[in-house]
């Protein structure tokens, strides 16, 4: 038996340094320089203005950025309906024994969350495009023309429409995951409800989801966290409008600081976003673990 030569601690120090410098540079650095600068009233250029805290009144008071924050909000609400709970029963139905071609499946669901999110920012502008889109020829060819619309200027639905989109790409990507959460459960597990009478929805909410709770609890963090820094879709879609219908935080911190120039108060939004952020993920997370503690019972 050879035997193992475990690596000195210094040397472990050493490969550890770069990934967190990196996370450190990235991540920390960025986010210590935003609340630096939040202090401050910065038009651009060299001259900074130490203002304490009236940055943050005037937050406080924006209400442009509250209806923002809103529509955050509404977009982690639709997301977490409608990218994990239709991801986990499009996996009970493709892990159903009567499903054929089951790689098929796992594989073209999850290809939209390979695009990049301005292409599909483009792909559905180009689908509700007025004139063009198929949406609207749709409509036309079975009878339903009565129901076109110029979709990107419905101020009262515009966020439901912008969250098609994102819904759509990402399905697939909680799907591969929580195929990997239910792969891990003993087959056995099911074999026992199936034979102790357990039909496919009782099976799915009193064995399925609590086995795997810790994996959605993740899936539900990432969820969160993504759409509370939404961007890019809305942006290429509808830059925000029409007005201000579609104004997420992260595209009102951009508009702020590189539209405006107001690099002071866009450093406040980005606080502000990260903070915000902070407690929804938090709420979520609590409100999970009460509820899958309720189903196990």
């Known amino acids: 038996m050879l035997d193992v030569i475990k690596p000195k ?16 540079f990235t991540v920390f650095v ?22 304490g805290l009236a940055n ?5 008071a924006d209400a442009t950025f509250w209806k923002a924050f809103g529509n955050n909000i509404y977009l982690v609400v639709a997301c977490l309906i409608g990218q994990i ?21 796992r594989t073209f669901g999850f290809f939209p969350s390979t695009i990049s999110a301005v292409c599909i920012g483009m792909i559905w502008t180009m689908v509700y495009h007025n004139k063009y889109g198929i949406l609207n020829w749709l409509l036309r060819a079975i009878g339903c023309g009565g129901l076109t619309q110029v ?22 990507y909680y799907m591969v995951i929580i195929f990997s959460a239910i792969a891990g459960i003993d087959s056995e597990i099911f074999e026992s409800a199936n034979i102790d009478g357990a039909n496919a929805w009782q099976t799915a909410m009193h ?23 939404a961007f890019d879709n809305i942006y290429t879609m509808t830059k925000g409008g029409p007005g201000t219908a579609s104004m997420v935080m992260a595209m009102y911190g951009y508009k702020i600081s590189f539209e405006q120039f107001n ?3 866009g450093s406040t939004i980005s606080v ?26």
Request: aromatic share 12%; net charge positive; glycine share 6%.
């Open 9 to 24: 601690k210094s040397v472990i120090y050493l490969y550890l340094l770069i990934p967190v410098a990196a996370f450190v």
């Open 30 to 51: 960025p986010l210590v320089a935003a609340l630096f600068y939040s202090f401050f009233e910065w038009k651009n250029g060299p001259v900074k203005t130490f203002n």
């Open 56 to 60: 943050y009144r005037q937050l406080i």
């Open 85 to 105: 709970g239709i991801a986990f029963l499009l996996v009970l139905l493709v892990n159903a024994k009567t499903t054929k071609l089951k790689g098929v499946h």
């Open 151 to 172: 979709w990107l200027n419905n101020t009262e639905h515009i966020m439901l429409i912008v969250s098609i989109p994102l819904i759509w790409q990402y399905i697939g």
């Open 207 to 229: 064995i399925t989801l609590p086995l795997i709770k810790n994996t959605m609890l993740v899936c539900i963090t990432l969820c969160v966290a993504g759409n509370m820094k």
């Open 263 to 265: 690099l002071g108060y």
């Open 272 to 297: 502000a976003i990260f903070v915000l952020s902070l407690l929804v993920i938090g709420g979520s997370q609590w409100l999970v673990k009460r509820v899958t503690a309720r189903v196990e019972v």
